[in-house]
């Protein structure tokens, strides 16, 4: 047991005294009724579109007067109640604002929580019944279905684990984890159905990509957690799912993507939100950021090396494996890799930080590769 | 009588389906965009902003230009591709396989997505479920083309 009550109850006779005393007279004590705290009364902004976070934006609750350091509560207490002595300290890791705000968080968790969908029944699985896919294209299928199912469960790990590491007074930023958390588990279901369903089973585990995976859940910081999980990674799987969306066989794969993508795309939403709120609120943080991007995009960039993807793309991309067909989908992969660079680097800039590509080794790849490609006849 | 494309009608007809399918767009989830649709002719364009708030169409404007900075993204394509699409999904209920909003806008070939803030450009895919719907209902008009 890591952690025991201060105090043995079941042994005190004087407490075991006051439980049965207070059963047998009814005797209260109501002083909690005289907890100093603010009385308000909350409306929905917008009746339809119900009572937000955003509506509890008020005094003592609300989030806009939460301070920098959060110093008076390292309990599980709720932002805006009485705290009594005696409450435990629950020991937050980030009790500064600014490592885990985003602006507009609270309209992330919202937008999560109205637009989860369920895998089992939102898919057309019935669709697929005599759809068999050519072996080539069925086990390239299977394999990039069963990358993303790994992909999935450890960005369903990262969020989950630094919940308790939250302050209590996050409560937004906590829930929009906790969402995040959702939408990966759902998406680690859907990959894990549509693999089996291809009838191929699954293929194999990717080292590489493991490999980068586990750098994302060993971050030392929440914000170096975010901008390697929701820029770096997120990113891109992002372009990762509209490629895929663009290259699904059938329409129930269609689906499944244009699905994921919207759950993805809000992470990605989030953590450009939060890049552009530590930077502006904790510029101290600045070159911590860098110095995590710089291994965050050397493992990015050593991903294009786990053959079982790549290979696997370039197959669906070509849509089979005769020579002219792998030629198409080396182009498509290309455009795909140079797309995920140019839209991380743009990103990056939009949030604040135009530097990075005067520092970076991966923006000098991809200028190398975008030059390569042209010259090969590839636009991106 | 047939909604001529492209037209304020058009959209205003659209918006008047998606209010009567409240039931499928409130499970699709809050849809908070405003996005631009351009259709070009013969180096004009019309261009109409549309504005979406909680499960609804709030807004048509009929724009001379689209200015990028009021838009989270514009989707930008010949009226040839416009109409392939909307008689595809006339077609088939709702748009194949080739013919929906990512594969389009996905080389820019066919419709283009322009945007200024990559944030704004992200929410395309934040809500593009809601948005294939939307486009989808068009199965439901008759539409003519100039």
Known sequence: ?380 | MALSFPSTDYFEALKGQMKAAQEKFSRLGFIDTTFAVSVGNNGKAHNYVLEFEVYELKNIDEVPTVDLKKVDFSIEGDERVWREMIENIKRNGQADTAHDINTLTHFGEQLKIVYDDPDGHDKLYRFMESIQEFFDLSSQLEVSFT
């Open chain 1, 1 to 380: 047991m890591a952690y025991l009550a201060t105090h043995d109850y079941l042994e005190d006779k004087s407490f075991v005294d006051k439980w049965l005393y207070t059963m047998r007279t009814g005797e209260m004590d109501l002083s909690w009724m005289n907890a100093k705290t603010e009385k308000i009364k909350p409306r929905p902004q917008n009746a339809r579109r119900g009572l937000t976070y955003r509506d509890l934006d008020v005094g003592s609750y609300g989030f806009t007067e939460v301070p920098e350091k959060v110093r008076d509560n390292r309990s599980y207490a709720p932002r805006g109640a009485e705290i009594p002595a005696g409450v435990p300290d629950a020991q937050p890791w980030v009790s500064r604002k600014s490592e885990s705000w985003a602006f507009n968080t609270e309209s992330y968790y919202e937008e999560a929580v109205s637009r989860q969908w369920n895998a089992t029944t939102d898919i057309p699985w019935e669709h697929l019944e005599g759809v068999e896919l050519p072996e080539a294209t069925g086990k390239a299928l299977s394999q990039l279905m069963t990358f993303l199912t790994e992909v999935e469960m450890i960005a369903t790990d990262t969020p989950a684990m630094w919940l308790p590491r939250l302050s209590p007074d996050f409560i937004e930023v906590r829930a929009f984890i906790a969402s995040q958390a959702m939408d990966e588990a759902r998406h680690a279901e859907v990959f894990r159905k549509r693999a089996l369903t291809t009838g191929y089973g699954l293929m194999a585990a990717s080292p590489m990509n493991e490999m980068a995976l586990k750098h994302l859940r060993d971050a030392d910081s929440f914000s170096e957690m975010s901008v390697a999980l929701h820029l770096v990674a997120e990113g891109n799987v992002l372009t990762m799912f509209r490629f895929s969306e663009y290259l699904s066989p059938t329409d129930v794969d269609k689906r499944i993507f244009r699905l994921v993508m919207q759950d993805e795309a809000r992470h990605v939403g989030y953590g450009m939100q939060h890049f552009k709120y530590v930077l502006e609120n904790f510029p101290e943080k600045r070159e911590v950021l860098h110095a995590h991007l710089d291994e965050a995009e050397n493992i990015s960039f050593a991903g294009a090396a786990a053959t079982e993807v790549t290979e696997s793309f370039i197959i669906l991309a070509g849509g089979g494996m005769k020579k002219e067909q792998i030629d198409a989908g080396i182009k498509v992969t290309t455009q795909f890799n140079l797309k995920q660079m140019s839209e991380h680097f743009e990103r990056l800039e939009k949030c604040g930080m135009p530097e990075r590509k005067d520092r970076s080794k991966l923006y000098q790849m991809f200028l190398m590769g975008k030059a390569a490609a042209e010259a090969q006849g590839i636009k991106i």
